[in-house]
């Protein structure tokens, strides 16, 4: 069982940053694939990022071409935890927050939500123009 609590959001204005964390329970979030995905009112929650292990101590990446080039994810397994910076933000970009583990995938099958066994609970990140 793996528990997890997302920080770190808030009310910034376009342009700004914010930065998101999500701590995680469990010995074995190493082995982890780590996510975030976001829903804004009244639309379908998407993949914003992931970041995945293929083995030995090497971790990938991968963004949602809306963030790409603006939201960093990385991980600190010392601490369970998984981050998500976000500069340049838009008001494009407001939606409820959430991180998310999964025990199985790998590579681009974690874009897919259905991928992840366990979810926190979300946090609000809003974005003014």
């Known amino acids: 069982q793996v528990q997890l609590v997302e920080s770190g959001g808030g009310l910034v204005q376009a342009g700004g940053s914010l930065r998101l964390s999500c701590a995680a329970s469990?010995?074995?979030?190493?082995?982890?694939?780590m996510g975030w995905f976001r829903q804004a009112p009244g639309k379908e929650r998407e993949f914003v990022a992931t970041?995945?292990?293929?083995?030995?101590?090497?971790?990938?990446?991968y963004y949602a071409d809306s963030v790409k080039g603006r939201f960093t994810i990385s991980r600190d397994n010392a601490k369970n935890t998984v981050n998500l910076q976000m500069n340049s933000l838009k008001p494009g970009d407001t939606a409820v927050y959430s991180c998310?583990?999964?025990?199985?995938?790998?590579?681009?099958?974690?874009?897919?939500?259905?991928?992840?066994?366990?979810w926190g609970q979300g946090t609000q990140v809003t974005v003014s123009s």
């Open positions: 998310a583990a999964s025990s199985y995938c790998s590579g681009d099958a974690c874009y897919d939500q259905g991928q992840y066994d366990y």
């Open positions: 469990g010995r074995t979030f190493r082995n982890y694939a």
């Open positions: 970041t995945t292990w293929s083995g030995g101590i090497i971790y990938y990446a």
